[in-house]
């Protein structure tokens, strides 16, 4: 199993719909999560850390589920801006592992 | 978020040559900063960590002297491409991440813009 395993997509869907997705983590020691966006040939920007109690940043929500070693994202009223590929990123100990990334795109 | 600038942007260069890319952390203290590569439509790849004042640890398959790693100061750090070849044209990208008591939360990390380098 991989460490960390995103849906590569794409997630094609219309504006204004709601979208989520999951990032899976096989340790069950990773002690920090964050999401990341990464717009076309540009740097990844983190877009939230994901706390134990779930956070949420505007549209933006994430939740963590240690139990089943998940995290997820749950993007509302979507705009065409947020077409990017969303990166999953995990901790354990010092060493920092990305997922290859969740597509997005928003049609309008 | 903290400022990651990194320098230059874009390179071209011939087969054979060196190629140095900085790596700065503008308005905090990086203890520690890692460089990435990324081939088109793929995903990030780490190649190294480095802790300031001591030597990068490479990940396996990345070969030390090719890709030299300084990271001198707690605000810089630079990745050499060294005798780069055509297969080294790739996206690189740093990132660095400082103590909690400078970011909100320890282990975020902050990325540079990126260097595109091109071996002709």
């Known amino acids: 199993r991989k460490e960390v395993e995103q849906d590569p997509g794409p997630f094609n869907v219309p504006e204004g719909a709601t979208v989520a997705f999951n990032c899976t983590y096989s340790?069950?020691?990773?002690?920090?999560f964050f999401w990341y966006r990464q717009d076309c040939r540009k740097e990844p920007k983190l877009l939230m850390s994901?706390?134990?109690s779930g956070n949420e940043d505007g549209r933006f929500t994430a939740q963590l589920n240690r139990a089943s070693q998940y995290i997820s994202l749950l993007i509302r009223d979507s705009k065409l801006s947020d077409s990017a590929t969303y990166l999953c990123?995990?901790?354990?100990?010092?060493?920092?592992?990305f997922g290859k990334g969740t597509r997005l795109h928003i049609l309008p | 978020g903290a400022v990651v600038s990194q320098h230059p942007s874009r390179v071209i260069c011939k087969s054979g040559t060196s190629v140095k890319i900085e790596c700065r952390s503008l308005?905090?203290?990086?203890?520690?900063m890692f460089w990435y590569r990324q081939f088109p439509k793929k995903s990030l790849m780490l190649m190294a960590t480095s802790n300031e004042g001591s030597k990068a640890t490479y990940e396996q398959g990345v070969e030390k002297d090719k890709f030299l790693i300084n990271h001198a100061s707690l605000t810089l750090s630079t990745l050499t491409v060294t005798s780069a070849h055509p297969e080294d044209s790739s996206f690189y990208i740093c990132?660095?991440?400082?103590?909690?008591?400078?970011?909100?939360?320890?282990?975020?990390?902050?990325f540079g813009p990126g260097t595109r380098l091109t071996v002709l």
């Open positions: 340790n069950s020691a990773s002690q920090s």
């Open positions: 994901v706390y134990s």
């Open positions: 308005d905090f203290q990086a203890t520690t």
């Open positions: 990132s660095a991440r400082g103590s909690g008591r400078v970011l909100d939360t320890y282990n975020e990390q902050f």
């Open positions: 990123v995990v901790t354990v100990d010092d060493k920092i592992i």
